[in-house]
């Protein structure tokens, strides 16, 4: 997931870059020819790789610091306020899944790790990105819920088909072609979801994930002494 969010900032940050129609074989011969060129291209590259190092660092320690980390525990918690949200505001859509027994963190979690990179259209995604960097992970909840939002029909309309269903998740691009109208339902969303209203559902939540995760260590620690205790009462050969 770091790989896609790197190349996504590298593209991104890459403003210099000979596009646009811009005759690349012509700078590329400019830059060869001359010393100068070359030097200015390199500090252009570097410059590029800085800015998408800084931004990357933004994301990863400041907006969504628990994120990426080893237990994942800020997506996870957020993945279980979303299936909360939509069991408030889109219940049809909750019945659809439960009925399929497709569990939303299968594409929950892609989507909010890689703030929608692989799973809108790049100009939605950019406008995504504008919310993430101005109000935070809010913003990527709001989006979420607005591509559910657009997926209802087809997925009411394939209710009971488990493949149907998590096809048309997996592949939202189509519906979210409309950046704009993509925006007027993210800010809908985000006009019912205030930091207080989100600060209680995550802490709440919070509490259940690292729960699971003692339980899991628990788990683990009875496994190896167990195991230990069956080769020490192993006969020698």
Not at 194 to 206: I, P, S
């Amino acid at each position: 997931s770091m790989n896609f969010l790197a190349a996504f900032l590298l593209l991104q940050m890459a403003g210099d870059a000979p596009l646009n129609g811009t005759d690349v074989s012509s700078t590329a011969a400019s830059t060869a020819a001359s010393p100068t060129a070359a030097s200015a291209a390199a500090s252009t590259d570097a410059s590029t790789e800085e800015s998408a190092f800084w931004m990357l660092c933004a994301l990863t320690e400041r907006l969504l610091p628990e994120h990426y980390t080893t237990a994942m525990v800020g997506v996870r918690v957020d993945t279980l306020v979303l299936s909360e949200l939509l069991d408030e505001r889109s219940p049809q859509i909750a019945a659809v899944l439960r009925e399929t027994g497709l569990d939303l963190s299968i594409v929950a979690t892609q989507w909010l790790l890689l703030g929608f990179v692989n799973a809108l259209p790049t100009e939605t995604t950019l406008r995504v990105w504008d919310l993430l960097v101005v109000i935070g992970a809010r913003a990527l909840l709001a989006a979420a819920l607005a591509t559910l939002t657009l997926l209802e029909p087809t997925l009411l309309q394939n209710a009971g088909s488990f493949e149907a269903v998590y096809a048309t998740l997996r592949h939202p691009q189509p519906h979210a072609l409309d950046c704009d109208r993509f925006v007027h339902l993210m800010l809908d969303e985000l006009s019912s979801l205030t930091d207080e209203a989100l600060h209680e559902k995550r802490a709440r939540h919070r509490v259940a994930v690292i729960r699971e995760d003692e339980q899991r260590e628990e788990a683990r620690k009875r496994h190896r002494a167990a195991a230990a205790a069956a080769k020490d009462a192993a006969p020698m050969l």
